[in-house]
């Protein structure tokens, strides 16, 4: 992946492991793109995958379920791909 893809990221249910939705990781200073300052991230309480044929397969990522405004990834070079 180069530096103008995006990451994908799968969200998926923590328990069965069904993809949920996709995401593409944080913007900015580490800022959640789908919600608004305040709210609840999508993947909340879920478990984040990254996508198959990223390279980054592997790693797991649990989501606290109280997780808010930023991007639980905010800490991986994910805002200029892998």
Sequence with gaps: MNGSE???????DR????????????VGLGECPKVARGDQVPCAGKK????????????RAFVAAQATDHCPLSWLPLRNGW
Excluded at 15 to 26: D, K, L, R, T, Y
């Design 6 to 12: 995006r990451a994908r990221i799968l969200i998926t």
């Design 15 to 26: 328990i069965s492991g069904e993809v949920i939705a996709e995401c593409s990781g944080p």
């Design 48 to 59: 984040l995958i990254p996508a198959g044929g990223t390279g980054a397969e592997g790693w």
